[in-house]
DNA sequence: GCCATCAGCGTACGAGTCGC
DNA sequence: GCGACTCGTACGCTGATGGC
């Protein structure tokens, strides 16, 4: 049965101090972390240049500048190698045709968003040599039938190193990442689902994902991305985001809310639909402003009690013993807004969401003619799978998941220090 | 000031579900 | 099989807004 490792490289806020870059259309930099080791291997940041053409000093610390990168994975022979006991012992029990899947943390360029974890690449092992204690001669020997792994290059050979040597037709570092983790570094709860694996991926140890159906929900998420997630009855609401302020949608610290206004779609949504909110008549031709899939459904006591949700600017109801609603004082809504949004009990959340705020985009010409893309009143109701695959399939291809902009109505009118007497109902 | 447009909401109606 | 009930959706009314 194939194996899959999951394995966090590249630099890292603990080993660099810093990110890997993402850009808006996915496109990324793979940033090794600093050698700490003495090595032969004349390169550093600033001569390296690239896959953008500009050297990687530029998205490292000033201090890393001219330090020499230690490239492991390395993508040109497809190597990885390891010499400490945990990753070795978890080296040392891949076989022929498993997969090592590399993740990293990647901060969003220009950085508006919260950095995430995305898969960047993977090898398919086709050998396993375990270096206990490696001669000089036996490195050169491995060296030139293994290639250059960053380990090959160190000064005073490791003890205990492992080297997975990959298979060069079907290892590849991605021209664009695939989102992993939400904003809290845990598995994204959509594809936690898929794979049968759950829980936090910060821990610099490997994470196996071995049972067969889970081996393939992977490899789908790997080509396919979040169109996996549109099942046959999978439902997609549109409508009209008339007023953007960042409040509903609220798009912060790594999850999308819905949680105010818009009582029937928040009503009707269930976990597994897509909803997707489409620019006022007064912009022009319908643009996208953002697009969340819906994860949990939650009640306004359950959002304001979960710590994760607390202190989102659109947390402002919970239940008083009377039954009733209060509402906290906030900048947004006042209790002109309470009818509306209290009209149902439910709250919207999504980890896996794209929020275009002021840099709202225009559907591709395929997609001009779909009712996706037609304002309605109230609200849209899609039920076609195919429509709704082809909108997804387009959408994870071309952006990064995540804040691509600020709120598209703040620069507007500042929600900033108004008094309670000040506070006008908002339209959302 | 008039008119067109648009978003929100109330209401009616149809489909689906459940109990008898 | 029938009726009661719930839920989802379409339609139309209302008020706000913006252009002329």
Same mark, same amino acid.
């Given at each position: 049965?194939?194996?899959?490792?999951?394995?966090?490289?590249?630099?890292?806020?603990?080993?660099?101090?810093?990110?890997?870059?993402?850009?808006?259309?996915?496109?990324?930099?793979?940033?090794?972390? /600093?050698?700490?080791? /003495?090595?032969?291997?004349?390169?550093?940041?600033?001569?390296?240049?690239?896959?953008?053409?500009?050297?990687?000093?530029?998205?490292?610390?000033?201090?890393?500048?001219?330090?020499?990168? =230690?490239?492991?994975?390395?993508?040109?022979?497809?190597?990885?190698?390891?010499?400490? @006991?945990?990753?070795?012992?978890?080296?040392?029990?891949?076989?022929?045709?498993?997969?090592?899947?590399?993740?990293?943390?990647?901060?969003?360029?220009? @950085?508006?968003?919260?950095?995430?974890?995305?898969?960047?690449?993977?090898? $398919?092992? $086709?050998?396993?040599?375990?270096?206990? &204690?490696?001669? +000089?001669?036996?490195?050169?020997?491995?060296?030139? !039938?293994?290639?250059?792994? +960053?380990?090959?290059?160190?000064?005073?050979?490791?003890?205990?190193?492992?080297?997975?040597?990959?298979?060069?037709?079907?290892?590849?570092?991605?021209? !664009?990442?695939?989102?992993?983790?939400?904003?809290?570094?845990?598995?994204?709860?959509?594809?936690?689902?898929?794979?049968?694996?759950?829980?936090?991926?910060?821990?610099?140890?490997? =994470?196996?994902?071995?049972?067969?159906?889970?081996?393939?929900?992977?490899?789908?998420?790997?080509?396919?991305?979040?169109?996996?997630?549109?099942?046959?009855?999978?439902?997609?609401?549109?409508?009209?985001? &008339? =007023?953007?302020?960042?409040?509903?949608?609220?798009?912060?610290?790594?999850?999308?809310?819905?949680?105010?206004?818009?009582?029937?779609?928040? !009503?009707?949504?269930?976990?597994?639909?897509?909803?997707?909110?489409?620019?006022?008549?007064?912009?022009?031709? @319908?643009?996208?402003?953002?697009?969340?899939?819906?994860? $949990?459904?939650?009640?306004?006591?359950?959002?304001?009690?979960?710590?994760?949700?607390?202190?989102?600017?659109?947390?402002?109801?919970?239940?008083?013993?009377?039954?009733?609603?209060?509402?906290?004082?906030?900048?947004?809504?006042?209790?002109?807004?309470? !009818?509306?949004?209290?009209?149902?009990?439910?709250?919207?959340?999504?980890?896996?969401?794209?929020?275009?705020?002021?840099?709202?985009? $225009?559907?591709?010409?395929?997609?001009?003619?779909?009712?996706?893309?037609?304002?309605?009143?109230?609200?849209?109701?899609?039920?076609?799978?195919?429509?709704?695959?082809?909108?997804?399939?387009?959408?994870?291809?071309?952006?990064?998941?995540?804040?691509?902009?600020?709120?598209?109505?703040?620069?507007?009118?500042?929600?900033?220090?108004?008094?309670?007497?000040?506070?006008? @109902?908002?339209?959302?």
């Amino acid at each position: 049965m194939r194996k899959v490792l999951l394995l966090r490289v590249g630099i890292d806020k603990g080993c660099g101090g810093s990110l890997s870059p993402i850009f808006p259309d996915r496109s990324f930099e793979y940033i090794p972390i /600093p050698e700490s080791q /003495p090595t032969t291997d004349p390169r550093t940041y600033t001569t390296i240049l690239g896959r953008a053409g500009v050297p990687l000093a530029r998205y490292v610390k000033p201090a890393l500048a001219e330090q020499h990168p =230690h490239f492991d994975p390395e993508f040109e022979t497809c190597t990885y190698g390891d010499p400490t @006991p945990l990753k070795r012992r978890q080296l040392l029990q891949l076989v022929p045709g498993d997969l090592l899947v590399f993740y990293a943390g990647l901060q969003p360029q220009p @950085p508006v968003d919260p950095a995430r974890l995305y898969i960047i690449g993977l090898i $398919e092992v $086709e050998s396993v040599h375990d270096l206990w &204690a490696p001669s +000089a001669s036996d490195l050169d020997t491995l060296r030139s !039938k293994i290639g250059n792994n +960053a380990h090959f290059f160190r000064v005073t050979p490791d003890k205990g190193l492992v080297i997975v040597r990959g298979n060069k037709a079907r290892s590849e570092l991605f021209t !664009k990442a695939v989102p992993l983790g939400d904003g809290a570094d845990n598995i994204l709860c959509d594809l936690s689902e898929l794979v049968r694996y759950s829980g936090s991926l910060r821990r610099a140890v490997g =994470h196996w994902i071995d049972e067969q159906n889970p081996v393939h929900a992977l490899e789908d998420w790997l080509k396919l991305g979040p169109m996996n997630l549109v099942g046959d009855k999978a439902r997609l609401f549109s409508y009209v985001v &008339a =007023h953007d302020y960042g409040f509903a949608p609220n798009p912060d610290s790594g999850y999308c809310t819905l949680a105010c206004c818009k009582p029937r779609i928040r !009503k009707s949504a269930k976990k597994g639909d897509w909803i997707v909110g489409l620019s006022p008549a007064r912009f022009g031709p @319908p643009k996208l402003c953002y697009v969340m899939r819906v994860s $949990e459904k939650v009640t306004f006591d359950q959002y304001y009690h979960v710590k994760r949700f607390q202190g989102r600017r659109d947390n402002i109801y919970h239940r008083l013993p009377n039954g009733r609603y209060e509402q906290l004082l906030n900048d947004y809504h006042n209790l002109e807004n309470y !009818k509306r949004d209290t009209q149902t009990d439910w709250v919207l959340m999504g980890s896996l969401f794209w929020y275009f705020g002021q840099q709202m985009i $225009e559907p591709p010409k395929h997609l001009l003619g779909s009712d996706i893309f037609k304002r309605c009143r109230d609200r849209r109701k899609i039920t076609d799978p195919e429509a709704i695959k082809g909108f997804v399939t387009w959408l994870a291809n071309a952006y990064r998941v995540g804040v691509h902009s600020t709120p598209r109505d703040k620069s507007s009118q500042s929600r900033q220090s108004r008094k309670e007497s000040e506070r006008a @109902p908002l339209e959302c």
